[in-house]
T-cell receptor, first 112, second 113 residues
Framework: GNSVTQMEGPVTLSEEAFLTINCTYTATGYPSLFWYVQYPGEGLQLLLKATKADDKGSNKGFEATYRKETTSFHLEKGSVQVSDSAVYFC???????????FGRGTSLIVHP | NAGVTQTPKFRVLKTGQSMTLLCAQDMNHEYMYWYRQDPGMGLRLIHYSVGEGTTAKGEVPDGYNVSRLKKQNFLLGLESAAPSQTSVYFCASYGLDSGTEAFFGQGTRLTVV
């Protein structure tokens, strides 16, 4: 079946630091890939997505590129802010299943 | 367009009590899901539905039942609540025609004492 593995947290950074959260997946075919963000006490919101190989999803300064050859979808941001503190989930849909598959989530803490 | 709405948002139950969580979506999505979120465990699928009148078990179905009598609603029931069911529950929906991502409700925080 499908699976998603993402780096464990928490990731603790100072404001304006560079962020990378690694995500790799296992799936048959060509799934769509997503990053969701969860702020404290809230539900999951879509942050960005990519639907085919070499697509780059971007939103709010975050980027991730769909790498078929390495089955990866790493999340990056050049300069994080305190307001980016949240839990980030890598996910996929497709690849033979319409059940969203999630990684365990990575907590990001950004200090002023 | 409200998206996915869950009720209630918070609930405290005593062990052995029953309750139903309601999920409603107004996007005409075929697929609906119930997840639970626990610290360090990520999101775990409880049950899901691929259409009106159909349901299937997910990863952690024990102690829960579901029904999808109408396409827009997906109910999650706890017949006899246990402290191990203390969690945050999320409903999500996904439509084959409407795009590529799943949409989530705001969650229900359930405490069983």
């Amino acid at each position: 079946g499908n699976s998603v593995t993402q780096m464990e947290g928490p990731v603790t950074l100072s404001e304006e630091a560079f962020l990378t959260i690694n995500c790799t997946y296992t799936a048959t075919g060509y799934p769509s890939l997503f990053w969701y963000v969860q702020y404290p006490g809230e539900g999951l919101q879509l942050l960005l997505k990519a639907t085919k190989a070499d697509d780059k999803g971007s939103n709010k300064g975050f980027e991730a590129t769909y790498r078929k050859e390495t089955t990866s979808f790493h999340l990056e941001k050049g300069s994080v802010q305190v307001s980016d503190s949240a839990v980030y989930f890598c996910a996929l849909i497709g690849g033979g299943s319409y059940i969203p598959t999630f990684g365990r989530g990575t907590s990001l803490i950004v200090h002023p | 367009n409200a998206g996915v709405t869950q009720t209630p948002k918070f609930r405290v139950l005593k062990t052995g009590q029953s309750m139903t969580l309601l999920c409603a979506q107004d996007m005409n999505h075929e697929y609906m899901y119930w997840y639970r979120q626990d610290p360090g465990m990520g999101l775990r699928l409880i049950h899901y539905s691929v259409g009106e009148g159909t349901t299937a078990k997910g990863e952690v179905p024990d102690g829960y039942n579901v029904s999808r009598l109408k396409k827009q609603n997906f109910l999650l029931g706890l017949e006899s609540a246990a402290p191990s069911q203390t969690s945050v529950y999320f409903c999500a929906s996904y439509g084959l025609d409407s795009g590529t991502e799943a949409f989530f409700g705001q969650g229900t925080r359930l405490t069983v004492v």
